[in-house]
């Protein structure tokens, strides 16, 4: 049997992650998937303790409000419930002696972090807000599905075609670099976890941001009179030549930063010890 990779071990060991997912994530996910409802709740009760009367539809609607929470206690909580426990002794140890290699318990926290757990949130999430705005539409407002859509042909009006919009890919990118640094935290730093993984976030971003930003203004409005030449000339071609720029370098440094926090996951379990 390969000692690095065997689909069929890795298979019985993604059950395994997911197993545990389920019992030491399942009421926080229950909570996050109803959040909706009890945005909703909260917010009616309110309105009758203090006006009298059901509250109308808010412009930013309940499912965007509930979605934003749920995401961000998701990236905060879920990598430390499910991981964190890795740097103790007691159960650090236990996973190391899991029949399985480190690029097989690698792949699997990238799977079940990024995909496979957020997934079963998002469809109990989007079928609880759907309920709710079809059952309540006068007071719950808009699900969340139309408000995506709605936005997406928005900036596409806005532009009258001649941008092509992409709103999903972008997301979901970040959204798994932003798990993957959490995991990274959860299974390198022993104490306050989040709160640690958090700073240095908040540390790399300035860092990264500020050289992205003169990099980006350096090639869009150039040191060769570029900007002053888009005055001239500002047409479809020359806005979709700079958005297609400005999109490779933002999915390539996407892709890229997945692929060195995935590096960074499966380094520090391999050479994890107690």
């Known amino acids: 049997m390969n000692k690095v990779f065997d689909i069929k071990r890795f298979g019985k060991y993604l059950?395994?992650?997911?197993?545990?997912?389920?019992?030491?994530?399942?009421?926080?996910?229950?909570?996050?998937?109803?959040?909706?409802?009890?945005?909703?709740?909260?917010?009616?009760?309110?309105?009758?303790?203090?006006?009298?009367?059901?509250?109308?539809?808010?412009?930013?609607?309940?499912?965007?409000?509930?979605?934003?929470?749920?995401?961000?206690?998701?990236?905060?909580?879920?990598?430390?419930?499910?991981?964190?426990?890795?740097?103790?002794?007691?159960?650090?140890?236990?996973?190391?002696?899991?029949?399985?290699?480190?690029?097989?318990?690698?792949?699997?926290?990238?799977?079940?972090?990024?995909?496979?757990?957020?997934?079963?949130?998002?469809a109990v999430f989007l079928c609880c807000d759907t309920l709710l705005s079809l059952c309540f539409s006068d007071t719950y407002g808009t699900n969340l599905i139309k408000i995506?859509?709605?936005?997406?042909?928005?900036?596409?009006d806005a532009t009258e075609g001649a941008l092509e919009i992409h709103l999903g890919l972008p997301a979901f990118l970040s959204f798994c670099n932003y798990m993957l640094c959490f995991c990274l935290g959860s299974i390198f730093f022993k104490r306050n976890k989040a709160a640690k993984t958090f700073l240095v976030l908040i540390a790399l971003s300035s860092v990264f941001g500020s050289i992205l930003g003169s990099i980006m203004v350096a090639n869009i409005f150039g040191f060769e009179g570029i900007f002053d030449a888009l005055q001239r000339d500002f047409n479809a071609d020359t806005v979709n030549s700079i958005m297609g720029w400005v999109n490779g370098t933002v999915y390539g440094l996407n892709i890229l930063e997945f692929c060195l926090l995935s590096a960074g996951i499966y380094f520090r379990i391999k050479t994890l010890k107690h």
């Open 15 to 122: 059950v395994y992650d997911m197993r545990r997912a389920q019992s030491q994530y399942l009421i926080s996910g229950a909570i996050l998937s109803a959040l909706p409802l009890l945005c909703f709740v909260v917010s009616q009760i309110f309105s009758f303790v203090f006006n009298g009367r059901p509250s109308e539809a808010m412009s930013s609607t309940y499912a965007t409000v509930a979605a934003s929470i749920a995401v961000l206690i998701f990236v905060f909580t879920f990598p430390v419930k499910m991981y964190g426990e890795i740097t103790s002794k007691q159960y650090g140890s236990a996973f190391l002696l899991l029949p399985a290699s480190s690029f097989e318990k690698s792949p699997s926290m990238i799977l079940t972090a990024c995909v496979l757990v957020p997934l079963a949130i998002v």
């Open 148 to 156: 995506l859509f709605g936005l997406k042909k928005e900036l596409y």
